[in-house]
């Protein structure tokens, strides 16, 4: 297996865990758009790593910030008043970390509860402190509630690590001391070293969204977590924008992976090229009365200038499916790969390309890598 080019200290990390020479898993943090919002397309990513590594967990939302947030492996449950805020108006304000959503509440009576199929051997838990904040309570199991603690002096990020003695119920419950503000939280699994695969992304956001995200909350956590790699998966809605100003955009991502790479300097670093998309109006024709959004190629081009500048990888997700018109294709095709609307991909669309991507960040060949992975692309829609 040789390494991609940009990929170097990935495929160091890779060695090191293969080697036996690490207790930390094989970490990767995923950030994007709608396309990792859910599981559907970082499923095969997910399933792949941890089939060959072993599942070491994964960081989840806030509770259950938005409609059909289900991962796999978990079923989440918020109950009570919780005050939802997202990152993706202009207008946010707020304490954002790299979830894009906090969940807040001092209702005692609140809580949100977490069944893993996976036993739980730890706990990591993200929240906003500050002067006026409150506890919170964290239950394990049949064990005693433990109580957690985000009042600070100053405000910023309060992190909790918690063992827990292989369980698979966890349940957060404000102590009604005061409000409890949590970004996001993580739920470790016993493999060693394992995989963690961290994908969080927030349906119609561009990058522009990372300019509202704490800086200091967020360079706080991309360091605990100590990725061997970043993927950034936007684009896709920054191509579907005809006034997209190219240059304010490659600035804007540019100041964002610097803040990453402040973070996170001995991780490597991958930039998703959209997927093909389609719409009706203008671009360039592909039959049918769908066109070629006229910035897709633009925002690839972006992405792929600054991962040469940067020396990191990048992926044409669109050349993976095959080029521009690709997206009408996939959407005609028996059965569909991708939906109606040339954006957004079915299930076995989005295995074909999860396959293709883990299958150049590993540095394989499709067949080969097939012969010793786990096949995500029959999951229904």
């Known amino acids: 297996m040789s390494a991609p080019q940009g990929l170097e200290r990935f495929h160091a990390a890779i060695e090191e865990v293969e080697a036996g020479g690490r207790l930390q898993p094989l970490t990767i943090l995923h950030l994007g758009d709608s396309h990792v919002s859910l599981d559907t397309f970082t499923r095969g990513l997910r399933q792949r790593w941890q089939a060959r590594f072993g599942n070491a967990g994964r960081g989840l939302m806030p509770g259950v910030p938005f409609r059909y947030y289900a991962p796999d492996g978990y079923d989440i449950e918020m109950k009570g008043s919780w005050d939802v805020a997202s990152s993706l108006p202009r207008d946010a304000s707020g304490p954002f970390g790299i979830q894009g959503f906090r969940v807040s509440s001092g209702d005692g009576d609140a809580a949100v509860s977490l069944r893993s199929e996976n036993p739980v051997s730890a706990v990591e838990i993200e929240a ?24 600070q002096a ?104 610097d803040l990453l790479m402040e973070a996170a300097p001995e991780a490597s670093l991958a930039f998703l090229g959209p997927f093909d998309g389609a719409r009706q109006g203008t671009g360039e024709a592909c039959g049918g009365g769908w066109a070629t959004p006229p910035k897709l190629a633009a925002v690839r081009s972006v992405l792929a200038s600054l991962a040469a500048e940067r020396g990191a990888f990048f992926w044409d ?19 569909p790969l991708m939906y109606a609307d040339r954006v957004h991909l079915r299930a076995a669309g989005a295995g074909r390309l999860s396959m293709q991507l883990w299958n150049s ?10 012969s010793s992975a786990c096949h995500p692309d029959d999951a229904p829609d």
């Open 128 to 151: 906003y402190g500050g002067p006026e904040a409150g506890a919170l309570f964290l239950k394990l199991g049949d064990a005693a509630p433990l109580k957690l603690q985000t009042r």
């Open 154 to 257: 100053v405000p910023g990020l309060v992190r909790f690590h918690v063992p827990a003695a292989e369980v698979h119920d966890v349940r957060l419950a404000p102590a009604g001391t005061g409000v409890v503000t949590l970004l996001g939280w993580t739920i470790l699994s016993p493999a060693t070293p394992g995989a963690r695969y961290d994908s969080h992304g927030v349906v119609a956001a561009t990058a522009s969204i990372t300019g509202r995200w704490d800086e200091d909350v967020v360079r706080a956590q991309v360091a605990a977590m100590n990725p061997d790699l970043v993927i950034l998966g936007f684009g896709t809605n920054e191509g579907f924008n005809n006034g997209l100003d190219t240059a304010s955009y490659r600035n804007e991502l540019a100041g964002f992976v």
């Open 317 to 335: 997700g669109g050349a993976a499916m095959g080029g521009r018109c690709s997206a009408d294709e996939w959407a005609g095709a028996e059965p």
């Open 361 to 370: 960040l590993m540095g394989l060949q499709e067949n080969a890598a097939e």
